[in-house]
């Protein structure tokens, strides 16, 4: 299905370490007209922030090495309050409590793995509405 008329097409990045969960959600994804950066790792998924400016990053929060937890946090020092819409997904840390750390970390939303693909789409569509915002300049900060 492409993206509406009137509407944009989003630049997603989708992060887990488990590849099947990544294809999936990409191939939903891109079927709906997006574009998606797969990432399969945090440091994947940082390189990914810091070269372009997505709309939306979908993170597990299980990964190895680095959690998406702390890949939320990145992205929002990285970014501010100019940060992408941050998606966390996980099919063990599923408690109120979980919900919670991912919401202290940065996440907007939180989906239980195996995520409803429609709940998913429900999420990025008010972004699709809208104009892109202006990626932030890091010029003045890079060295």
């Not at 990045?13 to 891109?30: G, K, S």
């Not at 993170?59 to 992408?84: F, K, N």
Request: glycine residues 6%; negative net charge.
């Amino acid at each position: 299905m492409p993206v509406p008329s009137g509407a944009r097409s989003l630049h997603l990045v989708v992060a887990d370490d488990e590849r099947d969960a990544v294809i999936t959600l990409a191939a939903i994804l891109t079927s709906e007209g997006y574009s998606v950066a797969p990432a399969y790792n945090a440091p994947a998924v940082l390189g990914e922030i810091r070269m372009q400016f997505p709309d939306a990053v979908i993170v597990d929060i299980e990964m190895p090495g680095i959690s998406g937890l702390t890949v939320a946090r990145e992205v929002r020092r990285i970014y501010g309050h100019s940060a992408p819409l941050l998606i966390a997904i996980s099919g063990r840390w599923v408690s109120e409590s979980d919900r919670m750390l991912s919401e202290v970390a940065g996440f907007h939303h939180f989906l239980q793995k195996p995520c409803d693909p429609a709940a998913l789409l429900a999420l990025l569509a008010p972004l699709a509405s809208r104009p892109k915002p202006a990626a932030p300049d890091f010029s003045a900060t890079q060295s």
